[in-house]
């Protein structure tokens, strides 16, 4: 899904309860370079024990995944592969991204000829081992979004544009679902699935109207779908979601 480039800030945060007046949260900033001759950096994801995934494109206008982890960077390459973007690292460490290949230019890449076919993705594990994640019949391109504890994928799959043909989805050991246990599942078209509960209980993701040009925010539970958009928006995405902490 084309999207609109941001530099990424990630930020702890902790809040003081019990006192007569509202505390304001404190924030603490970190700000994070991929490399020292990077032109852009964009921090996607993160994990509870505090490692950052995320992007950044080189001197050369090269296109690079990093992790950042325990205040060392490491840059990550698809064997082979001319673009390499990061998009999420689980508990475990194990992570999720995206690449293309010589020749091949993603379509969030503002190049002439740039296609979305031409996106592949990938889960790298915490031992080092890159997993291909083949397109389904049908659907040549991919985008993983997020990794889960046990492995799961989510994202979203194309055929050769990033609207109506777009589809959510859920990998898992080579096998995909889509929001119901099938493919097309409820068959919303132009539908992204961003984030999940561990126990892929809860998932959440958005939709776009195509005919309007309005994107809706979703969960998904137990096959059912709701949507949930802000009060008076135009658009609404909904990117992660995370288990309710009880109070």
């Not at 119901?180 to 068959?187: I, K, Y």
Request: charged share 15%; net charge negative.
């Amino acid at each position: 899904m084309l999207r609109n480039k941001i530099f990424t800030c990630l930020f702890s945060s902790v809040l003081f309860l019990g006192t007569s007046s509202a505390v304001e949260p404190a924030f603490n900033f970190l700000s994070i370079n991929g490399d020292p001759g990077a032109i852009l950096t964009e921090a996607e994801g993160i994990n509870p024990v505090g490692d950052i995934a995320g992007l950044y494109v080189d001197s050369s206008s090269v296109t690079h995944g990093f992790l950042l982890r325990q205040g060392i960077i490491t840059t990550i390459n698809y064997p082979g592969a001319e673009y390499t973007d990061v998009r999420a690292v689980s508990p475990g460490g194990d992570i999720a991204g995206n690449y293309c290949m010589p020749g091949e230019t993603p379509g969030f890449v503002f190049t002439p000829g740039a296609s979305p076919v031409n996106i592949h993705g990938f889960v790298l594990k915490r031992d080092g081992t890159f997993i291909p994640l083949a397109p389904y019949p049908g659907h040549p391109n991919m985008i993983a979004q997020r990794v889960l504890p046990d492995g799961s994928v989510l994202g979203c799959f194309h055929n050769g544009d990033f609207g109506f043909w777009m589809r959510g989805f859920v990998w898992k050991d080579g096998v995909y679902t889509g929001l119901d246990g099938t493919l097309d599942g409820l068959n919303v078209p132009s539908s992204m699935n961003n984030g999940a509960t561990p126990d892929l209980g809860q998932t959440a993701g958005f939709f776009v109207d195509m005919n309007v040009n309005e994107a809706h925010a979703y969960v998904i539970r137990s096959g059912g779908l709701t949507t949930s958009d802000y009060p008076g928006a135009a658009s609404t995405r909904a990117w992660d979601i995370t288990r309710r902490v009880p109070s």
